[in-house]
C-alpha cells in the first residue's frame, strides 16, 4: 500500500495513503522574486513495485495525491521529475486532472497547458496549478481521472442492493416476465492481496435453464452464493476491462456498458439482454489498481502478456479469466455442429499516445476473417462519431515488447481467439486525452464521453446480427449490414492493392540499390588493379634508372 507523505517544513500536506493514490517524494523550491508562482515543488511518483525486488526503472507514469494547506489563491507550480517517456501524450494537449472538494465532488482537467521537458530517463512535467481559496478541504491532483478500486466495490454494492440479488426457487422465476433482468455477481477468485475479481452475468428471463453453470476447479470461492442460471438458445458476449491500472478510462468506458446494459426501458438494451448473455470481468488487476501501479500487478508482470500460461499461484486472475474463456466457449461443444458459445470478446484499455479510440484485432490472411473483424468495428465507427476505423489495426507489437522479448500472443484478444476461433475478439483502445470526431474536430474526453462510448459498445453489437431496433445503419450511404460488408471488402481489397504496390516499389528499389552496389563493387576492383599495374610499371621504370 502506498505510504502518506508529510512535509514538515512547508505550509502544505501532501499525501497518497488512499486506493490508487500515488506519490513518493516532494520536495520544496524556492522561488525567485521574478518568477510568476508563489509556490514550488518537486514531485516523484512511485515506479511499479516501488521499492520491491520486483520494481523495474525509476519512472512512474501514473501520479495522484492530496493537498491541503498553504496560501489560499496561490499560484503553484508542480513538477513532477519521473514521469517517463511521455512527450508525445502531453504533445497533443493533454492536461493533468484536479479535484477541489471545496468547490466540487466531479474532477476536472486543470485549466493551463503543462510544459514536458526531456531527460535522461524520460521527461519532466510541469504545469500551474491555483490553490483554492479554501484550503482546509482537500484537493487532488492525478494524471487522468481516476477509477478506484473502492469506486469499483461501491458501484457493484449499489446494483446488487437495486435488484436485491437474493437468491430465488426456480418455479418462482420462471413465474416472472420474461423481459425482467437477470443480474448475479460472483467472485470468481481473490487476488495475490486478496481483493475480490468480480464477474456479472447481465441478462433476461429468456431462455432460463433451472440448471446452473458448473463449479470451476480453484474458482468460485464464496460457497454461500451458487452459480448462475444456464441460458438456452443465447451466445455469450465476453467483455473485461483494467488489466492495466494506470488506464482508468477503461472503467469508464465499462461503466457506461454495465449501466447501459441495466436499463430497463430501453429497447436496445431490452434486446441485448434478450439475445445475449453477458459476461463482465470489470477489474482483472485488482491489485495494480489499489496500489496506485501504472501498468503491471504487483510482481512487476503485465498481466495482458501471460494469457498463455497464467498460474494460480503468480497470476491468479488472469489464470481465473483464462479458465472462464475456456468454459464458456466449451457450453456448445457437445452439439452436432459444435460452435463458440462466445460471440464476441473484447478487452477495454486506454491508450497514452494514439488519439481517438480505435481496436486491435486479430491477424490473419483469410480475407473473410479480415471482414468478420473489421465489420464490429466499422458499425461501432457508425454508433459513435468518437471511434476511428481507420485507426484499427490487427496486430500491435509495443516499444516494450521489442525490449523485453515479449509479444501481443499472450495477450487477452489473442488468447481469446486461440481458444475460440472467432474473428469478433478485439482489444478496445481509448486514448488519455483525445481525438477527432467524424467531422475533423477534436475533441477532449471526459468520463461522460467514455461512458457514452460504452453504450455505443453495446448498441453495435445487435448490428451485428441486424438485431438494433433503432439502427443508424439504414441511415447511411450503406444501408444495411451487407452494404457495411461490402465496404470492409473493398477497404481491405485497397489496402491488400495498396500493400502490394509498396511492396512491388520497395522490391525494385532493393534491386536498384543491389545493381549500384555491385557496379560500385566492379568498378572499385576496376581501380584497384588499374593503380596496382601503374605502380609495377612504376617500380619496373624505377629499376631500369638504377
Same mark, same amino acid.
Given at each position: 500500500a502506498t505510504e502518506q507523505v508529510n512535509m514538515e517544513t512547508s505550509e502544505y500536506?501532501?499525501?497518497?495513503?488512499?486506493?490508487?493514490?500515488?506519490?513518493?517524494?516532494?520536495?520544496?523550491?524556492s522561488v525567485n522574486e521574478d518568477e510568476i508562482h508563489e509556490a514550488e515543488f518537486q514531485v516523484?511518483?512511485?515506479?511499479?513495485?516501488?521499492?520491491?525486488?520486483?520494481?523495474?526503472?525509476?519512472?512512474?507514469?501514473?501520479?495522484?495525491?492530496?493537498?491541503? @494547506? @498553504?496560501?489560499?489563491?496561490?499560484?503553484?507550480?508542480?513538477?513532477?521529475?519521473?514521469? @517517463?517517456?511521455?512527450?508525445?501524450?502531453?504533445?497533443? @494537449?493533454?492536461?493533468?486532472?484536479?479535484?477541489?472538494?471545496?468547490?466540487?465532488d466531479e474532477w476536472k482537467r486543470i485549466d493551463d497547458d503543462p510544459i514536458v521537458t526531456s531527460v535522461e530517463d524520460g521527461c519532466v512535467l510541469s504545469f500551474m496549478f491555483r490553490n483554492p481559496k479554501n484550503t482546509k478541504k482537500e484537493t487532488f491532483l492525478a494524471l487522468t481521472y481516476p477509477y478506484k478500486f473502492e469506486e469499483l466495490q461501491e458501484s457493484l454494492d449499489k446494483i446488487e442492493e437495486s435488484f436485491n440479488c437474493h437468491p430465488r426457487a426456480f418455479k418462482q422465476m420462471q413465474t416472472e416476465d420474461k423481459s425482467d433482468i437477470y443480474f448475479h455477481r460472483e467472485t470468481v477468485i481473490k487476488s495475490l492481496e486478496n481483493r475480490n475479481l468480480d464477474i456479472l452475468t447481465i441478462t433476461d428471463m429468456n431462455g432460463l435453464q433451472e440448471e446452473l453453470e458448473d463449479d470451476l476447479q480453484y474458482l468460485f470461492p464464496d460457497e454461500t452464493n451458487r452459480r448462475p442460471h444456464m441460458f438456452d438458445k443465447k451466445e455469450i458476449v465476453f467483455v473485461s476491462s483494467r488489466v492495466h491500472p494506470g488506464e482508468t478510462c477503461a472503467s469508464y468506458v465499462m461503466k457506461?456498458?454495465?449501466?447501459?446494459?441495466?436499463? +430497463?426501458?430501453?429497447?436496445?438494451?431490452? +434486446?441485448?439482454?434478450? +439475445?445475449?448473455?453477458f459476461k463482465i470481468v470489470p477489474m482483472l488487476n485488482p491489485d495494480g489498481v489499489a496500489n496506485g501501479n501504472y501498468r503491471n500487478d504487483t510482481r512487476g508482470v503485465n498481466l495482458n502478456r501471460v494469457y498463455g500460461n497464467p498460474t494460480k499461484e503468480h497470476s491468479p486472475t488472469i489464470f481465473a479469466a483464462k479458465k472462464l474463456i475456456d468454459y464458456y466457449h466449451s457450453l456448445n461443444q457437445n452439439k452436432e455442429s459444435p460452435t463458440s458459445k462466445i460471440f464476441l470478446y473484447t478487452d477495454i484499455h486506454g491508450h497514452a499516445t494514439e488519439r481517438g479510440i480505435f481496436m486491435y484485432g486479430n491477424h490473419s490472411e483469410d480475407n473473410e476473417f479480415k471482414v468478420q473483424t473489421l465489420l464490429y468495428p466499422k458499425l461501432l465507427a457508425i454508433n459513435n462519431p468518437n471511434f476511428s476505423f481507420a485507426s484499427c489495426k490487427t496486430a500491435n507489437m509495443t516499444l516494450q515488447d521489442l525490449v523485453s522479448g515479449t509479444n501481443a500472443d499472450g495477450c487477452g484478444r489473442a488468447y481469446a481467439h486461440r481458444a475460440t476461433g472467432l474473428a469478433q475478439a478485439y482489444t478496445l483502445e481509448c486514448s488519455f486525452n483525445g481525438g477527432d470526431n467524424d467531422k475533423g474536430e477534436k475533441e477532449i474526453y471526459t468520463p461522460e464521453v467514455y461512458e457514452d462510448f460504452g453504450k455505443s459498445l453495446a448498441v453495435s453489437i445487435l448490428d451485428l446480427t441486424e438485431s438494433n431496433p433503432r439502427s443508424k445503419v439504414q441511415d447511411t450511404p450503406l444501408r444495411n449490414l451487407a452494404g457495411v460488408k461490402m465496404f470492409v471488402s473493398k477497404k481491405i481489397k485497397a489496402a491488400q492493392l495498396m500493400e502490394a504496390s509498396r511492396k512491388f516499389a520497395l522490391g525494385k528499389l532493393m534491386n536498384y540499390i543491389s545493381m549500384q552496389n555491385s557496379k560500385t563493387i566492379e568498378n572499385n576492383k576496376y581501380a584497384e588493379v588499374e593503380v596496382s599495374g601503374q605502380h609495377d610499371t612504376s617500380r619496373r621504370r624505377s629499376s631500369g634508372a638504377i
Open positions: 500536506r501532501f499525501f497518497s495513503d488512499f486506493d490508487s493514490g500515488n506519490l513518493a517524494e516532494v520536495e520544496e523550491v516523484w511518483t512511485k515506479p511499479d513495485c516501488f521499492q520491491t525486488e520486483f520494481q523495474a526503472g525509476n519512472t512512474g507514469t501514473w501520479f495522484y495525491f492530496g493537498m491541503e @494547506g @498553504g496560501q489560499p489563491g496561490a499560484l503553484i507550480k508542480f513538477n513532477i521529475m519521473n514521469i @517517463g517517456r511521455q512527450t508525445s501524450l502531453f504533445s497533443q @494537449g493533454m492536461k493533468p486532472v484536479c479535484l477541489i472538494t471545496s468547490e466540487s457506461g456498458f454495465i449501466n447501459f446494459l441495466l436499463c +430497463k426501458d430501453d429497447v436496445q438494451a431490452t +434486446k441485448l439482454r434478450e +439475445k445475449y448473455v
